[in-house]
């Protein structure tokens, strides 16, 4: 079976009160107009050289997280949404953040918050994500798409009430910890009072993680129309094991 590109996400959310997440926003740089705007998972894609290493999707969300999660405004290259088939307008782009200067002590403890992030996970699935080519020949691609399948690792990050406060702090003081969207602490209740969907299809996936939960509200979620999501297995121990199975169009070496 043929599928575009193999991502890994992660779900942050308060240990104490499952309800309460932390996501990104797609800003309006993102290529794919259709989901600008909307929610997503943190974490990223297995492509470009900066993946080479990466020996399963776990190692992937890990890298990730060092990478985008950040107090710094820097520049970011385009280069990855390059290899997955995007035509970005620019090479470079930064995203919106605060004028405050992380002071030498804030800058360590957000290392550390990023480190104890990665500590404790449990593995929640992978899922194959079938988006309709509509989603995408409105936005800036190398060429017009067929129906887009992409294979999607999921984890949980629960945070302990410390790492979760120090999460609050840090996204109170700074307004945006992401170096490629923008980040937001949110909740279920605000995601269906407001009506916020989520992009490239994880808002099943996010639906489940409520569920397993017993968040019944999350049944009222906005769900995008069209997109299929079928459910697999935990995540595999090797992207080896991926590669047996499937063809991988986008990939480290591509």
């Known amino acids: 079976m043929k599928i575009n590109s193999i991502s890994s996400v992660g779900i942050i959310y308060r240990k104490s009160n499952p309800e309460e997440v932390f996501f990104e926003i797609k800003d309006d740089g993102l290529p794919v107009k259709a989901f600008r705007r909307m929610l997503n998972p943190i974490g ?19 890298r990730e997280i060092r990478e985008e999660l ?27 953040i605060s004028n405050c200067i992380p002071s030498d002590t804030e800058r360590k403890m957000f290392g550390d918050l990023k480190e104890e992030m990665i500590k404790d996970r449990i593995p929640f699935g992978d899922y194959l994500i079938n988006i309709p080519m509509e989603y995408f020949n409105k936005g800036e691609l190398d060429k017009k798409v067929e129906d887009w399948n992409d294979l999607n690792s999921y984890w949980l990050i629960p945070l302990s009430e410390k790492n979760w406060g120090r999460l609050v702090y840090f996204q109170n003081k700074f307004g945006n910890l992401s170096r490629e969207s923008i980040s937001t602490i949110t909740s279920l209740r605000e995601i269906v009072e407001t009506r916020m969907s989520f992009a490239f299809g994880h808002d099943r996936p996010i639906r489940d993680f409520f569920m397993i939960h017993n968040a019944i509200l999350a049944r009222k979620m906005p ?28 990939k480290p070496n591509v």
Do not use: H
């Open 70 to 96: 950040n107090l710094d405004g820097v520049m970011v290259s385009t280069v990855e949404l390059r290899l997955l088939g995007y035509l970005p307008q620019n090479k470079f782009y930064k995203t919106k």
């Open 44 to 62: 990223g894609n297995w492509v470009g050289e900066v993946a080479k290493s990466d020996q399963n999707t776990w190692d992937t969300f890990k």
């Open 223 to 250: 769900i995008l129309k069209g997109i299929v999501c079928s459910t697999l297995c935990f995540p595999r121990e090797s992207y080896g094991d991926y590669l047996k199975k499937y063809e991988v169009v986008r």
